[in-house]
């Protein structure tokens, strides 16, 4: 099955510590981004890369990292400089050719901070 | 001023009504528009995507788009149980670098 994957789903961490979720596609694609949601926010964009070895800051990097030595996996940390880490993360992909602006998402990952 | 406004809701109606979902935007270059569906604890889908002025018609989903006015708004007939989800629209420039969500309006349909 082609698709996104996200884990794990529920994460758990305290204070003061970095935590990375995975983010893995077999789709092909060339573009991965990376949104965080909160209630009635919407989704804000964190990262997004569009090749291989090349990302750029979203809406709301502060606090975040990412890396993209892989075309098929995109896994961003939080760090313990982002104030409110807890939230749901979504990653997402999309083609870059030809355009397109559809992307796919994964089914996200809950990351409660305590 | 958020560049997309969206009513979160919650919007609650009887099985079989018909749904209007909307989002008003500030940005006039936006010329492409999407609604994504989201179920409780999962990522968003893709409904519809459309590009123009006028309406473009899935099923029992239809989609609206106003430019004039900075209106889009999102039609569900015959509504089932199994559309209750969170409805957010979206939108971008003719570049893509970047889609702007709304922030959502969660959706309730009674049996």
């Known amino acids: 099955d082609g698709g996104i994957t996200q884990s794990p789903k529920y994460l758990f961490r305290k204070e003061g510590q970095n935590v990375t979720l995975s983010c893995e596609q077999n789709?092909?694609?060339?573009?991965m981004y990376w949104y965080r949601q909160d209630p009635g926010q919407g989704l804000r964009l964190i990262y997004y890369?569009?090749?291989?070895?090349?990302?750029q800051k979203g809406d709301i990097a502060e606090g975040y990292s990412v890396s993209r030595e892989k075309k098929e996996s995109f896994p961003l940390t939080v760090t313990s400089a982002q104030k409110n880490p807890t939230a749901f993360y979504l990653c997402?992909?999309?083609?870059?050719?030809?355009?397109?602006?559809?992307?796919?998402f994964g089914p996200g990952t809950r990351l409660t901070v305590t | 001023q958020k560049e997309v406004e969206q009513d979160p809701g919650p919007l609650s109606v009887p099985e079989g009504a018909i749904v209007s979902l909307n989002c008003t935007y500030s940005?006039?270059?936006?010329?492409?528009f999407m609604w994504y569906r989201q179920y409780s604890r999962k990522g968003p889908e893709l409904l519809m995507y459309?590009?123009?002025?006028g309406n473009k018609e899935d099923g029992r989903f239809t989609a609206q788009v106003d430019k004039s006015s900075k209106y889009i708004s999102l039609f569900i007939r015959d509504s089932q149980p199994s559309d209750s989800a969170t409805y957010l629209c979206?939108?971008?420039?003719?570049?893509?670098?970047?889609?702007?969500f709304g922030s959502g309006t969660r959706l309730s349909i009674r049996p």
């Open positions: 997402a992909s999309s083609m870059t050719y030809p355009p397109t602006y559809e992307q796919y």
């Open positions: 890369s569009q090749i291989v070895n090349d990302f």
């Open positions: 940005n006039s270059a936006f010329q492409y």
């Open positions: 979206a939108m971008t420039d003719s570049s893509a670098s970047k889609i702007i």
């Open positions: 459309t590009y123009s002025s």
């Open positions: 789709l092909n694609h060339d573009a």
